[in-house]
Structure formats: C-alpha cells, structure tokens
C-alpha cells in the first residue's frame, strides 16, 4: 500500500504558512482566471490523503476532479510510467510509433461498451477528446448539427464551450461561440415539474421533439451527453432518458457520444455509466481516470465510424504520450486487480447510508445522489414556504459547508449550474477509515453552519 500515512493531520491554519508564502508567489505570476478550490501548496499525495506543504494531512473527497481513483501515486502507474520515462518520452505517434499507444487501444477496444469493432484515437485532454469526437461524427454523417443538453460540460476550449451550458465560469466574455449547436432539456429528475417517476419518459419526447421540429433529425451529426453529469451538478438522467435518445440516434443514423471523462472508470461502480441502463454508446470519449493522473485522453468507438476521418485528419503533437499511455495501462491494470468498481459501489453504500440519515435531520438536503464513488448532496434554501415550494438553490450554505469541511482538513469539491451542490469523488482506494472520517467532519460541518 501507500508509503503515505492514510491520516488525517491539521497542524497548521488551513492554509498554512509556506502555503501562503506560494499563494504570494503564485499570485504575482500565474494568471488570475486559474483558479484553485483550496490553496494548499501539495508536497505528497496518494490513497485518500493529499499532504502539503506545512505537513498538513487532507482527507481528499475529490481526487483532482475524478482523476487519481487508483491514488495519486499509485505503484502501477509509477513503475511504468518511471521505466516509459527512462527510455523515451516522446517520439510523436504521428512520426514513429509505439507499443504503449496500440496497447492502450486494445484496452479501451476490450473495456468499453458492445461487442463489435472498436477503434481508438488518443488526445491530451478531455475537451480535445470531445472536439475530435465531433469531428468524426462530422466526416462519418456528413451532418453538421451537435446536440447537447442543459446543465452539460464538455470543456473549456471553443467548440467545448459551445457545448457547456453554464455560462459563468466558463464562457462568459469568451464569446463568439461554434454554430450548429443545439442545447436539449435535461432529465433532471429532482427538480422536474412533474416529479421523478414522470421525468425521463417526458424529457426524451420532449428532447426529441424540439430535435425533430427545430433542427431536424437528418441534419444532426451527433448527439453527445454525460451519461452521469459532472459539473452540472452530478445529475443522473431520470431512467429511460438515456435509452430513449440512444434508440432515436440510432433510428435516424445520428452518432450517439457518451462523454464519460468524469464518469469513467469504474468511478459509477462500473468500467462505464453508460452501462447501467445497458446503453452501448456509438463513441465514447474519456480522459479524466484513465491514466492514474497523467494527460491522456481517447475517443473510442464503431471501426467504421472512427475510420471516417481522412488520414492526418486527426492526431496531435503530444497526443497519446508514450508516458502517459504507460500510465493508462497501469491505472487500468489496478483497477482490474483491485475491483475498483466494486470499491466504488462500497463507497456508494456506505456513503448512501450517512448521507441520507444526514438529510433526515438537516431540511436543507433537497436531494441525495449518484452513484458508486461520484456522489453528491444538492443544498436548497428552507427560509419560507415559497423557498421550500421551488427548491430554491442554496450556494451559500454550499459555499459555507465546503469552507467547514476545508478547515478541519476535509478537501471537498461543489458543482452544479446553482452552484448549490457539495459533490464527493473519493479515491475508489480510500480507506474505510478515512471515509468514515470524512463523513463525521461533514457532519460537524452541518451542525456548525
Ligand atoms: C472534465 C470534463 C471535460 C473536459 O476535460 P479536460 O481534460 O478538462 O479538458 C469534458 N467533459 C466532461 C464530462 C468532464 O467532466
């Protein structure tokens, strides 16, 4: 296991000292629209813990954005990545090619969704994975049209934003944006005017329709949804939203992406989310968990598709780094050894169960969701009858719990297009303990605020 004591240990304010002494630093050279949740300079970091640099001990309930499920220094991902390193770290994939790439392809062609003929593409981020996959779909459909969805992140570059839904942090003044992009309703069960049960059934006929009436469905090239949503606040499409789109991308010869960079890798308790309502996703984009927490990320999807592109058409200097790529194989060889999914549908259990006796005695839970190790509580305002009557979003008190939880050396995360909800992605290798802890410290919280 991690050389890293798995303990919690506050010695110092939070931020402490030489963490301040950085902060200074940092603020004189590095551009103020990067922004940090918590500036605690990190010295050492794996398992559940992230030490930093005054020797503070955190509890970390959001692995670099669902990033280190496998830990921040896992040995798998270390030893190969270190051995990678030692013989070459670049020669471009484009120039001269290597094993670790096709290796990754072949894992991702075995793991992902669906028996049939997978190909792959490597990329450095997320949001240039998502970019190519609407590329691809482009060239294979000839179609122009990309639908997305409310409360939807995709990435912050320009096609990306265009994608997202939030304007504020992630598009405002960034304008103009990409054409040809059509944003849907989104089955957001909890607040949906006709209640949970109706929700999914409802928002596809609805999504559907406003697809066939004011784009048409013969000139959409793609379809692209998070099949559990990440910054929009960990919102699960109500059951039967999923499968309801996937069958009309199908019928109308529409790509279907299932942008899985949060979702991915066994962080829902399964390789993928798509999985849990059986859904098999034309192209799936990941990056985020894939490599232990180095730059990767893939468009995986059908042969035919992903060869549609002209040769050159895709790639990229850096894309599929042979280093990187060493540290997907062995992210993926430890969640294969250590059944991190079952870890993840551990944590859900266990996590489930304080969470929601936690939203038994504190109103202010509207909803408890989620699932295996990508959790989340959504926090509304309880002042006055009309605040209960519309779930009125309550960031404060979101805003208030998180800076609770950071003081006593609990690193926690919020999202959500209210801002209004604390989410929780543990490592899937924390331990029993740390979680426990965890949750009591956000349980104090709740008690204090
Ligand atoms: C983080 C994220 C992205 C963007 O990934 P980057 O690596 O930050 O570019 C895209 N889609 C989803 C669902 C994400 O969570």
């Known amino acids: 296991m991690s050389a890293l004591p798995q303990e919690r240990r506050v010695i110092t304010a939070i931020p402490g000292p030489k963490s301040q002494e950085l902060q200074a630093r940092r603020t004189a050279v590095v551009a103020a629209g990067v922004g940090s949740v918590l500036p605690v300079f990190a010295a050492r970091a794996d398992g559940g813990i992230i030490e930093d640099v005054d020797g503070n001990r955190l509890i970390d309930f959001g692995s670099g954005i669902a990033v280190t499920g496998v830990g921040a220094s896992a040995e798998a991902v270390v030893r190969r990545a270190s051995a990678q390193l030692a013989d070459f770290t670049h020669t471009c994939f484009m120039v001269t090619p290597y094993e670790g790439y096709v290796a990754v392809a072949e894992a991702l062609a075995e793991l992902t969704p669906g028996d049939h003929a997978k190909k792959s593409a490597l990329f450095n981020s997320g949001a240039e994975a998502v970019e190519n996959a609407v590329k691809i779909a482009r060239a294979y459909t000839k179609r122009q049209a990309v639908v997305v969805f409310d409360h939807g992140y995709h990435g912050r570059t320009n096609l990306t934003m265009a994608l997202t839904s939030k304007n504020m942090p992630y598009k405002h003044g960034f304008g103009p944006f990409a054409p040809e992009i059509y944003r849907m309703p989104m089955a957001y069960g909890y607040r949906w005017p006709t209640g949970p049960e109706n929700c999914g059934?409802?928002?596809?006929?609805?999504?559907?329709?406003?697809?066939?009436?004011?784009?048409?469905?013969?000139?959409?090239?793609?379809?692209?949804?998070?099949?559990?949503?990440?910054?929009?606040?960990?919102?699960?499409?109500?059951?039967?939203?999923?499968?309801?789109?996937?069958?009309?991308?199908?019928?109308?010869?529409?790509?279907?992406?299932?942008?899985?960079?949060q979702s991915g890798f066994c962080r829902t308790g399964q390789w993928f989310a798509c999985e849990d309502e059986g859904i098999v996703p034309d192209l799936i984009t990941t990056a985020k968990g894939i490599a232990g927490g180095?730059?990767?990320?893939?468009?995986?999807?059908?042969?035919?598709?992903?060869?549609?592109?002209?040769?050159?058409?895709?790639?990229?200097?850096?894309?599929?780094?042979?280093?990187?790529?060493?540290?997907?194989?062995?992210?993926?060889?430890?969640?294969?050894?250590?059944?991190?999914?079952?870890?993840?549908?551990?944590?859900?259990?266990?996590?489930?169960?304080?969470?929601?006796?936690?939203?038994?005695?504190?109103?202010?839970?509207?909803?408890?969701?989620?699932?295996?190790?990508?959790?989340?509580?959504?926090?509304?305002?309880?002042?006055?009858?009309?605040?209960?009557?519309t779930k009125e979003p309550n960031p404060e008190a979101t805003a208030a719990l998180a800076k609770a939880c950071h003081q006593e050396g609990l690193l926690v995360l919020t999202c959500?297009?209210?801002?209004?909800?604390?989410?929780?992605?543990?490592?899937?290798?924390?331990?029993?303990?740390?979680l426990n802890e965890g949750l009591d410290i956000l349980e104090q919280a709740f008690a204090r605020i």
Do not use: W
């Open 416 to 434: 959500g297009t209210y801002g209004n909800v604390l989410r929780f992605l543990p490592p899937m290798v924390i331990g029993e303990d740390l």
């Open 201 to 261: 059934p409802e928002a596809a006929a609805q999504a559907i329709d406003q697809i066939s009436k004011q784009v048409g469905a013969e000139n959409v090239a793609a379809i692209v949804i998070e099949p559990l949503l990440g910054e929009g606040g960990f919102i699960e499409p109500a059951k039967g939203f999923l499968p309801a789109l996937s069958e009309f991308a199908r019928d109308n010869g529409i790509v279907f992406v299932a942008d899985e960079i």
């Open 294 to 389: 180095l730059p990767l990320a893939a468009v995986t999807g059908r042969a035919e598709i992903m060869d549609a592109a002209h040769v050159g058409g895709l790639g990229g200097t850096y894309g599929g780094n042979p280093v990187a790529c060493a540290g997907a194989l062995g992210s993926i060889e430890t969640m294969k050894e250590l059944d991190l999914s079952a870890r993840a549908r551990h944590i859900e259990t266990v996590m489930k169960a304080r969470l929601g006796a936690m939203q038994e005695k504190y109103d202010v839970i509207g909803d408890v969701r989620g699932r295996g190790a990508m959790l989340a509580i959504e926090l509304v305002k309880t002042d006055s009858p009309e605040s209960v009557a």
